[in-house]
């Protein structure tokens, strides 16, 4: 028997169809709701937010990914942030519209610290 689990981002065959959680995200995106996904590790939570981030960007929306897990300063923070924003943004970026993304982006962002 082959073993269903695997220990990477779930795509195609092996992501188990979740389709009332990925309609409640994308409905909460389109809303512009903040979630926030809270689970044990290896639950899906990373391969959900994929499956749902590969939809939204069919509709034209931008989107930023950002795993936190392995930081270690506030710098570390700052920079992956960055990085993603960009990534997101995607290359190529028309320089004419890049910034009005980029704000689009930030005005939506709310930053919660513990």
């Known amino acids: 028997m082959v073993n269903p689990f695997i220990l990477e981002i779930a795509e195609g065959d092996d992501f188990c169809n979740r389709k009332k959680e990925i309609d409640e995200l994308i409905t909460r995106a389109h809303n512009a709701q903040n979630v926030f996904l809270y689970s044990p590790?290896?639950?899906?939570?990373?391969?959900?937010?994929?499956?749902?981030?590969?939809?939204?960007?069919?509709e034209g929306f931008?989107?930023?990914?950002?795993?936190?897990?392995?930081?270690?300063?506030?710098?570390?923070?700052?920079?992956k942030f960055a990085a993603a924003v960009f990534k997101g943004m995607g290359k190529g970026a028309d320089p004419r519209?890049?910034?009005?993304?980029?704000?689009?982006?930030?005005?939506?962002?709310?930053?919660?610290?513990f």
Request: no cysteine.
């Open 62 to 79: 931008v989107n930023v990914y950002v795993d936190l897990f392995p930081i270690s300063s506030e710098s570390d923070v700052i920079s």
């Open 41 to 58: 590790r290896r639950y899906g939570k990373s391969s959900l937010v994929t499956m749902v981030q590969k939809k939204l960007a069919k």
């Open 97 to 113: 519209n890049f910034i009005d993304r980029v704000k689009n982006i930030f005005s939506r962002f709310i930053p919660f610290w």
